[in-house]
Nanobody
Framework: QVQLVESGGGLVQPGGSLRLSCAAS????????MGWYRQNPGKQRELVAV???????NYADSVKGRFTISRDNAKSTVYLQMNSLKPEDTAVYYC??????????????????WGQGTQVTVSS
């Protein structure tokens, strides 16, 4: 059983900062990409920051220059440093990871996994 557990959300004033964390746990072989998405009620989930296969990172235009994604492979953890937060950054933030697990014999499979989400509220 593989789990992604996010932490670090909360209430912050405009202009403030938060650091989100997402740790993968359970029985897995390898993790490929780990990234962040966000969603507001009644809206589609949108990409915030996701690494590309070429080694760069796709950031949403609205967060470029303010958010930074990083990863600690030894801890199977991805972080999202969010600075200069704005009210429009308010959302539930979700961690996503592409993870390899062992099935049986010589069989392995890659699957997309999602965390439970952490609420970020930017308000004065």
């Amino acid at each position: 059983q593989v789990q992604l557990v996010e932490s670090g959300g909360g209430l912050v004033q405009p202009g403030g900062s938060l650091r989100l964390s997402c740790a993968a746990s359970g029985d897995f072989v390898s993790i490929n990409r780990m990234g962040w998405y966000r969603q507001n009620p009644g809206k589609q989930r949108e990409l915030v920051a996701v690494p590309t296969s070429g080694g760069s990172t796709n950031y949403a235009d609205s967060v470029k220059g303010r958010f930074t994604i990083s990863r600690d492979n030894a801890k199977s953890t991805v972080y999202l440093q969010m600075n200069s937060l704005k009210p429009e950054d308010t959302a539930v933030y979700y961690c996503n990871a592409y993870i390899l697990t062992y099935v049986s014999g010589s069989s392995y499979k890659w699957d997309d996994y999602w965390g439970q989400g952490t609420q970020v509220t930017v308000s004065s």
